[in-house]
T-cell receptor, first 114, second 108 residues
Framework: KAGVTQTPRYLIKTRGQQVTLSCSPISGHRSVSWYQQTPGQGLQFLFEYFSETQRNKGNFPGRFSGRQFSNSRSEMNVSTLELGDSALYLC?????????????FGEGSWLTVV | GQNIDQPTEMTATEGAIVQINCTYQTSGFNGLFWYQQHAGEAPTFLSY??LDGLEEKGRFSSFLSRSKGYSYLLLKELQMKDSASYLCASYSNYQLIWGAGTKLIIKP
C-alpha cells in the first residue's frame, strides 16, 4: 500500500512569509502527527490530529497551526516565518495513534527560510 | 520534566556488535520506540518495548528496564548499510518524546 506522502519535498521561503505543508497518510490511518527536525535537536512534536480533531499539541508558538480533513489528509501552516523555522518537517501516520501502534513517517518537507 | 538522552555519535567496525543506549525520564511512561533514519530519508520503525527484557529481531535487539529508565538497541554483525541515525522515543502520556538521535558510523 502507498506510504505517507508529503508535499512539497523542498521549498525556500522568505522571512515573514507563510507556508503550508501537506500530508496524505496511509489509507485507513486516522492519526496524523507533525514533527520538526533540526540537526542536534531531534524530533520536536508539533501536534497530532485524529478524526479531524487536534488531540495533542507540542510547545510551539501559535504561528504553527494545522488541520485534518475528513479523508485524514492533513496540512500544517506556519505564518510569519522566521529564520529558525528552517528545518525538516515530518508527518507521521498511524491507525489510532502511537499507543503501541507503529507510526509511519513520510519523507518530509525541507523548509529553508532566507 | 521530560528528558531523553542518547549518545550523539558512535563509531563501530563492520562485522562487529554495537550497543546504543537511551535513558529517559518521562512521566506516564507506556513504552519505548526505536527508529532508524538514514540521511535524507524518513525514520523507519525498528522496535517497540513495553515490558522489561530483551526482544530480538534478527540482527537487531532492543532491551528495556522500566525501573531504571533505560533502554538499549543492540546491532550485531554490522553492515555498512547500518550507518544511520538511531532515534529512541518514549511513549508517555499519549505523546512521543524523542531523543536527539545517535549517529552510527560504520567503518570497514
Amino acid at each position: 500500500k502507498a506510504g505517507v506522502t508529503q508535499t512539497p519535498r523542498y521549498l525556500i521561503k522568505t522571512r515573514g512569509q507563510q507556508v503550508t505543508l501537506s500530508c496524505s497518510p496511509i489509507s485507513g490511518h486516522r492519526s496524523v502527527s507533525w514533527y520538526q527536525q533540526t540537526p542536534g535537536q531531534g524530533l520536536q512534536f508539533l501536534f497530532e490530529y485524529f478524526s479531524e480533531t487536534q488531540r495533542n499539541k507540542g510547545n510551539f508558538p501559535g504561528r504553527f497551526s494545522g488541520r485534518q480533513f475528513s479523508n485524514s489528509r492533513s496540512e500544517m501552516n506556519v505564518s510569519t516565518l522566521e529564520l529558525g523555522d528552517s528545518a525538516l518537517y515530518l508527518c507521521a501516520s498511524s491507525l489510532e495513534g502511537a499507543s503501541g501502534n507503529t507510526i509511519y513517517f513520510g519523507e518530509g518537507s525541507w523548509l529553508t527560510v532566507v | 520534566g521530560q528528558n531523553i538522552d542518547q549518545p550523539t555519535e558512535m563509531t563501530a567496525t563492520e562485522g562487529a556488535i554495537v550497543q546504543i543506549n537511551c535513558t529517559y525520564q518521562t512521566s506516564g511512561f507506556n513504552g519505548l520506540f526505536w527508529y532508524q533514519q538514514h540521511a535524507g530519508e524518513a525514520p523507519t520503525f525498528l522496535s517497540y518495548n513495553v515490558l522489561d527484557g530483551l526482544e530480538e529481531k534478527g540482527r537487531f535487539s532492543s532491551f528495556l528496564s522500566r525501573s531504571k529508565g533505560y533502554s538499549y538497541l543492540l546491532l550485531k554483525e554490522l553492515q555498512m548499510k547500518d550507518s544511520a541515525s538511531y532515534l529512541c522515543a518514549s511513549y508517555s502520556n499519549y505523546q512521543l518524546i524523542w531523543g536527539a538521535g545517535t549517529k552510527l558510523i560504520i567503518k570497514p
